[in-house]
């Protein structure tokens, strides 16, 4: 009799590809950041931290070392309540990935219009970085944007909310038969999460969090947060990383063009 296969062996083998996309998503996003600091504070921390290097390799770990362990579990749970699903490209799947992206990066592309004509310091940060071409940026929202975050925000607490709220209300029904509801109201708290999971960035690059721009990082993250978590229910997670990673690219490339 032929042994079953291992139930952790896909899960592993899924966690530790995300590793040399987290490293490069990780470093890119230190050096991001440090760049987007206020002069005062990136001083400040390039002296507490002994100079870039440490920042730098701080930022890799970090990375690594939470893409994997998200990765590894959230591949458990997104299999448990039927997330998981095959991760080779479906053609039927990418045109509606693409116009959702398309729509994501466009309107986020608006920022720059809108909050960053209405508040100075959101205005200043898209002067100071966003438009000057640096290739650490565009790294960054690939790999730690489109691949770390989703694997964090998407593929384990969404799919940890969903298996949670599984079982405190409707664990007498098998995996199939989930309530709808069940996901949507999973999308809604990750996409809250994820938005208030840039509060700290926030407060670092614009100084303080007054109401304006809270309002803005919610609105912008959390809007485009259930346009992610939204792909990764009806598609896969693969799908809701190249809409969360190409939504930063087309933005870009609109501020590039027409700034």
């Known amino acids: 009799?032929?042994?079953s296969p291992r139930p952790w062996m896909g899960p592993l083998l899924f966690a530790l590809s995300l590793l040399p996309f987290a490293a490069v998503g990780g470093w890119c996003t230190g050096s991001?950041?440090?760049?987007?600091?206020?002069?005062?504070?990136r001083q400040s921390a390039l002296a507490q931290a002994g100079g870039a290097m440490p920042l730098y390799?701080?930022?890799v770990v970090q990375s690594v070392l939470l893409a994997f362990a998200c990765g590894l579990v959230g591949c458990v749970l997104a299999r448990a309540v039927g997330l998981m699903g095959p991760l080779r490209p479906e053609k039927a799947k990418l045109?509606?990935?693409?116009?959702?992206?398309?729509?994501?990066?466009?309107?986020?592309?608006?920022?720059?219009?809108?909050?960053?004509q209405w508040l100075p310091q959101v205005g200043a940060s898209y002067e100071s970085v966003l438009l000057t071409?640096?290739?650490d940026s565009w790294l960054s929202a690939v790999f730690y944007g489109g691949v770390v975050e989703e694997v964090l925000l998407r593929l384990f607490c969404m799919s940890l909310a969903v298996f949670l709220l599984w079982k405190l209300f409707f664990r007498g029904r098998d995996r199939g038969e989930i309530p709808q509801g069940v996901f949507i109201a999973a999308n809604i708290l990750c996409a809250l999460l994820f938005a208030a999971g840039h509060l700290p960035a926030t407060a670092s690059m614009y100084g303080s969090l007054t109401p304006p721009v809270v309002a803005r990082c919610f609105l912008l993250n959390g809007g485009l947060g259930l346009a992610f978590g939204r792909l990764y229910r009806k598609y896969g997670i693969q799908y809701a990383m190249v809409g969360h990673a190409g939504?930063?690219?087309?933005?870009?490339?609109?501020?590039?063009?027409?700034?």
């Open 1 to 3: 009799m032929s042994k």
């Open 57 to 59: 390799f701080a930022a």
């Open 133 to 135: 071409r640096r290739p």
């Open 32 to 41: 991001y950041s440090l760049a987007s600091f206020p002069e005062e504070l």
């Open 95 to 116: 045109l509606p990935t693409l116009g959702i992206t398309l729509a994501c990066g466009a309107a986020f592309s608006l920022d720059y219009w809108t909050f960053g």
């Open 247 to 259: 939504t930063h690219i087309l933005a870009k490339l609109i501020w590039l063009a027409l700034v």
